[in-house]
Structures are given as C-alpha cells and as structure tokens.
C-alpha cells in the first residue's frame, strides 16, 4: 500500500519560513520524481510548486523560485519542502507528490497558513 505522509503545516507570519516534509512508503522512493502541488482554494487549480529528481535536482514555478528549496533524503524516504520569505499568496493545501513512469500519487496534504 503507497502511503506519502505530510507533515510541518501550520501558521506562520509574513516573511517567516516553514519546512514541510513528506514520508512515502510502498514506492521505490529512488526512482520516483517527488515534488508538491498546493491549490490556495477549493475552487482554484492546483499549481504544480516543484519537483526533485535525483538525476536532475530541483525545478520550481517562478512563483517561488528563490524562496523556496525542495530537497530530498533517499535514505529516509523524505521529501523537504523549505519555504522561506513567505508571504500571503502563499497560503494553501500542499500536497506531496510522486510521479512513477506509469503511476502517480499524492497525499492527504498539509495547511499552511501564511497571516499577520
């Protein structure tokens, strides 16, 4: 059973950090691209953050490009999503992802809340 786990939401002011992490299970997590979406409402699309390959590292939507590191610990089984210079538009569900060669899958997500 492919479990990917969420944790480290919460509320944070403008301009703080917050790190978020994702423990998969039931995947070859070595071989998986692992990266976050999040979708700041219900009624919105979900906006695709980042993703991390091993042979390739981390690219990011410009919308977070510079404050924002995805990282990855092959030995745990955790992806990192470090978020730094929040700020209000950033508020949402993110959720971790990983995309196989045929399958894809997602977690629960995780609320981060970014207000003054």
């Known amino acids: 059973q492919v479990q990917l786990v969420e944790s480290g939401g919460g509320l944070v002011q403008p301009g703080g950090s917050l790190n978020l992490s994702c423990v998969a299970s039931?995947?070859?997590?070595?071989?998986?691209?692992m990266g976050w979406y999040r979708r700041q409402a219900p009624d919105k699309q979900r906006e695709l953050v980042g993703t991390h390959t091993n042979a390739l590292g981390a690219n990011y939507a410009d919308s977070v490009k510079g404050r924002f590191t995805i990282s990855r610990d092959n030995a745990k089984n955790t992806v990192y999503l470090q978020m730094n210079s929040l700020k209000s538009e950033d508020s949402a569900v993110y959720y971790c992802g990983a995309w196989g060669a045929t399958v894809n899958y997602w977690g629960q997500g995780t609320q981060v809340t970014v207000s003054s």
């Open positions: 039931g995947i070859p997590f070595d071989i998986y691209a």
